[in-house]
């Protein structure tokens, strides 16, 4: 078999279905032994906890052809032990560390023909996640689960590719003070489709939440960390309690120091400070590195020197370290990159 007949260059960031998905399912105090499976329907009670009280984590990582032509995923250990916390503070059972690495491998390997080629613009989006699936009507955890995967090939998550966005201030919240912001529970997704449907209807890319408590410091958008670049070039990014520990950003962190020399800081970013930054750029794993060319706090416009043409130089570097090390020209840091085949 060889590739599929997909338009790689062309596809946006949607669901194509592939042949396989991994499934195990949770009973009686344990895990079974898991399988890879096509049939890509589930069929469960009306009454699953799922369905009733939005008891979901998931994960998202992609799969990347690398220069010389293997399959390649990029530090999938570390969506594993975020997806063992969602679990934990959603009172579901933990999918151990080995056996998520051995279904992500399972799966991709699986569906290798799917996986775009080097050099396409397309990867392989990896969608981990797991469900309360027996019938639950008083407020509790399930006493059953299922832990799924499944794959499809992705383009850019934002339209434009490459090409600076606007986004604006939100007057909704994402996530309280000790919520849930800090795991990737489907309820953090949920309360987020009005906000940024209303972002969309007026015009917006993304939105930009501000800490709910004070609404003074920046948190995150819907789907991504924040990185910003100060005019001396040092690269800072939120640290907040109620933001999604993105593994994108963190590694962005890392490449930042060890192979570019910049100075970084992880620290509170107050609103105020923002139109003194150079530049703004939204990190994870489906937006990579996408450039912020406006932010929009209504109706007062906050350009980034860095334009809305190209992304600043300092993000353009991130960006292209950071693809280095995942499609394989740039050597990575021992145990980033885990090979399929
Ligand atoms: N923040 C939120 C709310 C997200 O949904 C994501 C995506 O996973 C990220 C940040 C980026 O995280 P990562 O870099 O691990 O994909
Ligand atoms: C990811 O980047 O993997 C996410 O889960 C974010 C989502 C907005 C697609």
């Keep these: 078999m060889g590739k599929k007949n997909i338009d790689w260059a062309n596809i946006g960031f949607g669901y194509i279905k592939t042949d396989y998905r991994y499934v195990s399912n949770y009973k009686n105090g344990a895990w079974d032994e898991g399988a890879l499976i096509t049939d890509d329907t589930i069929n469960l009670s009306e009454c699953a906890c799922v369905f009733q009280y939005a008891q979901t984590c998931f994960e998202g990582l992609k799969a990347y052809t690398t220069e010389d032509g293997h399959i390649v995923t990029f530090r999938p250990d570390l969506n594993a032990e975020r997806m063992m916390d969602s679990a934990a503070r959603l009172e579901m059972p933990q999918f151990p560390k080995e056996r998520f690495i051995d279904a992500i491998t399972k799966v991709v390997a699986a569906n290798a023909d799917y996986v775009p080629p080097y050099g396409s613009g397309a990867t392989l989006y990896i969608r981990p996640f797991m469900f309360g699936s027996d019938a639950i009507i008083g407020v509790k955890p399930a006493n059953e689960y299922q832990f799924r995967v499944f794959t499809t090939p992705v383009g850019p998550y ?155 130089p300092v993000t353009q570097k991130l960006y292209d370290t950071l693809t280095g090390i995942q499609m394989g020209h740039i050597e990575a840091p021992e145990g980033w990159i885990h090979v399929i085949k």
Aim: aromatic content about 8%; glycine content about 10%; overall charge negative.
């Design 158 to 312: 934002f339209k434009g590719g490459a090409k600076p966005i606007t986004i604006c201030v939100s007057d909704y919240d994402r996530a309280a003070p000790h919520g849930t912001g800090h795991v990737k529970a489907g309820l953090n997704y949920a309360m987020s489709l009005h906000a940024i449907m209303e972002a969309h209807r007026n015009g917006f890319d993304e939105n930009m939440y501000l800490d709910a408590a004070t609404r003074t410091h920046v948190e995150e958008t819907g789907g991504a960390n924040f990185i910003f670049v100060t005019k001396d070039n040092t690269v800072v990014t939120p640290k907040s309690d109620s933001i999604l520990p993105s593994i994108t950003r963190r590694s962005i962190l890392y490449v930042a120091e060890h192979y570019l020399g910049l100075k970084t800081e992880e620290r509170p970013v107050a609103f105020d400070e923002i139109k003194d930054f150079a530049e703004c750029g939204l990190c994870g794993t489906a937006a990579v590195v996408s450039p912020v060319g406006k932010i929009v706090d209504h109706g007062r416009e906050i350009c980034l020197p860095s334009g809305m043409e190209k992304m600043g």
